[in-house]
T-cell receptor, first 116, second 117 residues
């Protein structure tokens, strides 16, 4: 099966510019996650979707970050405007839905964002 | 309080030797799962092994095994017969709640493992 696909792989932008990341999860995976990973640290959850519904966005900085998952499949994460502190790797992951507590998260290769 | 603590920022092991990577966790939920991931320098997160809170036996997957000590709230990863390709960052993560409740993983800060030839 195809894995989680993310694009772009790398992005360099100037501060105050907008940026968007795209994610295509594994087919049939109802749950989609966006994580942010700062250098030398573990991933931190930004938002979790169950199908098209955002069920946990408590860690998403809503003043500048937004996300959507149209039709419960692909998802985009947007930052507008970007700040220097947003430089990080943005990871998308997916997992099967209800009833499988041992289901791991399957991660994409991530988008490395550099804000200058 | 940190939910997942990995106290070893870096570890070195000789090729073919075994190594233990430490992980302690904090939760008041009786139902939880513990996961280990490997992240090579290329960046992808690779799932290695899972241990459920109600599992009676320690999980094993090939050269990976989990030393699960529930009373101590520790879930240490043991890699046997280390290979050069095992050099990577290793993350411990926890999912709290029974099926149907919170399903995100909370990650520790990781341990950088270097296998020496």
């Amino acid at each position: 099966e195809a894995g989680v696909v993310q694009s772009p792989r790398y992005k360099i932008i100037e501060k105050k510019q907008p940026v968007a990341f795209w994610c295509n999860p594994i087919s049939g995976h109802n749950t989609l996650y966006w994580y942010r990973q700062n250098l030398g640290q573990g991933p931190e959850l930004l938002i979790r979707y169950e199908n098209e519904e955002a069920v946990d966005d408590s860690q998403l900085p809503k003043d500048r970050f937004s996300a959507e998952r149209l039709k419960g499949v692909d998802s985009t994460l947007k930052i507008q405007p970007a700040e220097l502190g947003d430089s990080a790797v943005y990871l998308c992951a997916s997992s099967v839905g209800e009833g499988v507590p041992n289901s791991p998260l399957h991660f994409g290769n991530g988008t490395r964002l550099t804000v200058t | 309080a940190q939910k997942i603590t990995q106290t070893q920022p870096g570890m070195f092991v000789q090729e073919k030797e075994a190594v233990t990577l430490d992980c302690t966790y904090d939760t008041s939920d009786p139902s939880y799962g513990l996961f280990w991931y490997k992240q090579p320098s290329s960046g992808e997160m690779i799932f290695l092994i899972y241990q459920g809170s109600y599992d009676q036996q320690n999980a094993t997957e090939g050269r990976y095994s989990l030393n699960f000590q529930k009373a101590r709230k520790s879930a240490n990863l043991v890699i046997s017969a280390s290979q050069l390709g095992d050099s990577a960052m290793y993350f411990c993560a926890m999912r709290e709640g029974a099926s149907g409740s919170a399903r995100q993983l909370t990650f520790g800060s990781g341990t950088q493992l270097t296998v020496l030839p």
